[in-house]
């Protein structure tokens, strides 16, 4: 008797703890508190030390650091386009998941994923400060801190084809986001909506806390379940969008906005021509040639003139920019120079670049046409021929390097790589100068600043902006080299000129000197230098080497 009263008692003891534990689950998860009291309203000048301190957490980053703005415009703008934003996000929404539901079906007897409830609620995120970063780089980087308390009601039903085809109900409520993003727009381009691309990351690892409704019980509410979960989703989002690591977001085409950058040189050889037309009263030709690329938007470039003769010899050489060697098509124009009047031409050829192979010599010999378009009827006259040799030398791929300081390191795909400070690099190449814009150039009799550029014996000149101190050019130079800039220096000078006739119609707003070493050897710079006899000015300027 002894043995089945403890027997009896222990699985009375068993019997009662589960159903104790069930009741207690039960009145946990469904019962609702019934003694909540509205919250005190108090002015901050009335709470003390402990209540300050509590608050602190919930003040505005504009509030607490200057470095972030007030944007209560922005948080307007999104509460009256909110309701139009709901539909617009449930939208894509159900797009990406629908795609994803599609994988389940068929596993695990699930007959079918669907959404019943999909909205984000009627409270729209509040964005508590915006920091935005001056860089060098052609690009806007903002940095929003982010609080969403929303109230949405996402329910999803997942139908089983077990139990009577049963029917289970997972319902997200009670939404809390708190994540301070890095947004970038880059590159800055000419075109509407004037940046190509919308990069994102998360600079801190986001609080996300959420409640899980299934089959009516929250099972957030579970003790231990709720930090699992939270570091699971925090993990997650670190792996895919934890800075560096980022979301890319396309806006525009790269080929349709205008920011094509020079990707190699055509070197072209004008060597001779023949049979060329007769022009003059004596039966003679004074011909030149006149090359140019398509899409080109630098002068065409000329080579010398033969006096008297139909059948020249020039065996001279040129150098041109090659922004799309598929694409692009080199203009042949010869020319009869007239000392009065109009020069005649005396024929005309056209040559696709996709004709050649990279760093490869190949000589052509082209029947001169009295047009080169092709929509125009051409005449059986025979006009000659010109001979050229062409060859396409493009940049090579890893002469990038990192804007901002610099050192001993370059950046590459696979990571770092050191430079060797004796390691000279040799070879011909092209050298871009890029004038960004300039602050504080403050001229004594006027203020039309524009900028000269001196380098070996060449002068190139910007825009003129008028009656301003802070002028932005954005215009973009190049010089083409033999030999890398080693230990040599590049000349800036601002000017402002005024408009009309003056005696002293020009001003010197201040120049400066760049040691182009460490563009040679890094490929890249990006700074604003301070320049030399003005008081405040500092121009722009980013210099690139490509070598071939």
């Known amino acids: 008797m002894e043995f089945l009263s403890s027997l009896l008692g222990i699985l009375g003891f068993g019997i009662g703890f589960l159903l104790g534990v069930l009741i207690g689950f039960y009145f946990f998860i469904y019962s609702q508190p019934t003694d909540v009291e509205d919250p005190v309203v108090s002015p901050l000048c009335e709470l003390d030390t402990d209540a ?66 999909l909205t984000p609620g009627t409270l729209p995120p509040v ?48 939404l809390q986001i708190f994540v301070a993003p890095r947004v970038t727009l880059k590159p800055l381009v000419p075109s509407f909506p004037c940046f190509a691309n919308i990069t994102v990351s998360i600079m801190e690892k986001p609080h996300v806390d959420f409640g899980l409704k299934v089959l009516g019980g929250d099972v957030m509410a579970i003790p231990g379940l709720y930090r699992y979960v939270q570091e699971i989703i925090k993990k997650q989002v670190a792996v895919l969008y934890h800075w560096p690591q980022t979301l890319e977001i396309p806006v525009l085409d790269a080929s349709l906005v205008g920011i094509k950058k020079p990707v190699g040189i055509l070197h072209v050889k004008v060597v001779r021509a023949m049979k060329l037309l007769k022009m003059d009263l004596l039966g003679l030709s004074d011909p ?10 630098l002068p065409s470039r000329k080579t010398s003139i033969k006096k008297k003769n139909l059948n020249p010899e020039w065996n001279e050489s040129f150098k041109l920019t090659v922004k799309d060697p598929q694409s692009q098509i080199l203009h042949l124009d010869v020319i009869d120079w007239d000392k009065v009047g109009a020069h005649d031409r005396l024929g005309s050829q056209l040559l696709p670049l996709k004709l050649l192979q990279p760093n490869e010599t190949k000589e052509f010999t082209l029947d001169l046409l009295k047009n080169s378009s092709i ?69 004594s009799r006027h203020n039309n600043p524009y900028v ?30 033999e030999e890398p800039p080693v230990h040599e220096k590049i000349h800036l000078e601002v000017l402002s000129k005024r408009n009309g006739i003056s005696f002293r119609s020009k ?21 604003k230098y301070h320049l030399i006899d003005s008081k405040n000015g500092v121009i722009h300027v980013e210099l690139r080497w490509k070598s071939i």
């Open 52 to 117: 300050l301190q509590d608050l602190i957490p919930d003040i505005p980053l504009w509030v607490k650091s200057p470095d972030y703005d007030r944007v209560d415009w922005l948080n307007k703008f999104l509460q009256n386009m909110w309701p139009f934003l709901d539909k617009a996000i449930c939208s894509t929404i159900r797009s990406v998941a629908e795609p994803i539901f599609a994988e389940y079906i068929g596993q695990y007897t699930i007959t079918k994923i669907d959404f019943e409830t």
């Open 127 to 174: 964005l508590q400060g915006l920091k935005v970063y001056e860089t060098n780089e052609r690009e806007l980087v903002m940095e929003p801190a982010i609080k969403w308390a929303g109230n949405p009601n996402i329910v999803v039903v997942v139908t089983s084809s077990s139990l009577q085809n049963l029917k289970i109900k997972l319902q997200l409520v009670d």
């Open 288 to 297: 030149y040639v006149k090359l140019s690329l398509s899409g080109d938007s």
């Open 375 to 443: 929509s125009v009827a051409h005449d059986k006259k025979q006009r000659g021929q010109i001979v050229v040799e062409l060859t396409y030398a493009p940049f090579r791929e890893d002469t990038d390097g990192m804007s901002g300081p610099l050192n001993s390191f370059s950046w590459k795909e696979n990571g770092l790589e050191t430079i060797s400070g004796n390691d000279s690099p040799r070879g011909a190449g092209l050298l871009f100068v890029t004038v960004q814009g300039a602050k504080d150039v403050e001229g």
């Open 452 to 481: 000269v550029i001196f380098f070996r014996g060449e002068k190139r000149k910007s825009k003129m902006v008028k009656r301003t101190r802070d002028p932005q050019w954005c215009e973009e130079f190049h010089f083409m080299l």
């Open 507 to 527: 001003e010197s707003l201040g120049h400066v000197d760049i040691n182009l070493d460490d563009v040679v050897h890094n490929g890249r710079i990006n700074e």
